[in-house]
C-alpha cells in the first residue's frame, strides 16, 4: 500500500494528456531556479517550455520504455528485459543495431507507477488501433508503449534512397493494439496529419514523426529529372505513397535554430 503527495495534486502540475496505461504531467513553473536563472526561467514557460513526464500506470497494462528512461516506482512494479528465447535476444539485437534503438528496451510489470525522466521535449500518446495496427516512427522517437505492441525494424522500399537522403535504411516499427508514446519537437496542436488514399505525400526534411506501416517509405527526387530538381530549388524529398495517414510536425527542425 503507498500513497503519493504533492505531485499530481501539485498546483503546479497538470495532467496534460491521459490514454490507455500513461498520463503526461507538465509542470506549469520551475521553482527550483536561482537569481541567476529566474528571468530565463520565467519567459520559458511564458513560451510552453516547460518539463513534462510520463506517468505509467502499470495496473492497467505493462509498458516497455526506452533503455535508461526510469526516473522512480513505487509499488509492486518489476524490471524484466522482456527476452524470450536466445532467438528473441539475436533478433532485438538485429534490431536495435539496424534502426539505432537500443536493443533491449526494459519491460515493467506489476500494478504499481512507474515515472520516467523529465523532458521539455513534448510527450505524444497515440493509439496503434487508428493506425491500422502498424505504425513506423521516426528515428529516435520511441519513449514507450504498452507491451502488447510488437517491435519490428522496417526497411526503406528502395535501398539506394538511404544513402541518398543520408538517412537510416530501417526504422522501427510498432505493431499491434495498445499505445504508445513519442518525443516530439512541437506540440500536439501543431502537429499536422495528412491522410493518404492511393495518393503521395513529399517532404523536404524529416519533418514525419509517424506514419502507418502500409505506406511505402522512400527518398526521392523532388523533381523528375536533375534539371528539375535544381530548378526546384529542392533536392532529395521524402516520399510517402500508398494508403495511411502520416503526422507530421511542420514547426520544428528549423535550420539554424
Not at 503527495?5 to 497538470?14: E, G, L
Not at 506517468?55 to 505493462?62: I, T, W
Not at 516512427?137 to 534512397?161: I, P, Y
Request: aromatic content about 6%; some cysteine.
Amino acid at each position: 500500500m503507498y500513497q503519493i503527495k504533492n505531485f499530481t495534486d501539485n498546483d503546479d502540475v497538470r495532467v496534460i494528456d491521459r490514454l490507455g496505461a500513461f498520463e503526461v504531467v507538465e509542470y506549469q513553473r520551475d521553482l527550483s531556479v536561482t537569481p541567476g536563472s529566474a528571468v530565463t526561467a520565467y519567459y520559458s514557460s511564458q513560451m510552453n517550455i516547460r518539463k513534462r513526464q510520463l506517468v505509467c500506470h502499470l495496473d492497467r497494462a505493462p509498458v516497455t520504455v526506452q533503455a535508461g528512461s526510469m526516473q522512480w516506482m513505487v509499488g509492486d512494479v518489476r524490471a524484466t528485459t522482456g527476452i524470450k528465447g536466445v532467438g528473441d535476444l539475436l533478433g532485438k539485437a538485429v534490431r536495435g543495431k539496424v534502426t539505432g534503438e537500443a536493443a533491449i528496451k526494459p519491460e515493467y510489470v506489476g500494478a504499481g507507477l512507474l515515472v520516467l525522466e523529465p523532458t521539455y521535449k513534448h510527450l505524444i500518446l497515440l493509439d496503434a488501433a487508428e493506425w491500422g495496427g502498424g505504425v513506423v516512427l521516426d528515428d529516435g522517437l520511441f519513449c514507450a508503449c504498452e507491451s502488447t505492441l510488437q517491435h519490428k525494424a522496417v526497411m526503406r522500399a528502395n535501398l539506394s534512397s538511404a544513402a541518398a537522403g543520408n538517412e537510416g535504411l530501417f526504422n522501427l516499427s510498432l505493431n499491434g493494439r495498445g499505445v504508445f508514446c513519442v518525443e516530439s519537437e512541437c506540440p500536439r496542436e501543431e502537429l499536422v496529419e495528412v491522410a493518404l488514399e492511393d495518393d503521395v505525400l513529399k517532404i523536404d526534411g524529416s519533418f514525419a514523426i509517424a506514419w502507418s506501416r502500409s505506406l511505402s517509405f522512400t527518398v526521392e527526387r523532388s523533381g523528375k529529372s536533375l534539371i528539375g530538381s535544381a530548378a526546384s530549388g529542392e533536392g532529395l524529398v521524402n516520399v510517402y505513397r500508398g494508403t495511411g495517414r502520416v503526422l507530421m510536425m511542420p514547426t520544428a527542425r528549423m535550420p539554424g535554430v
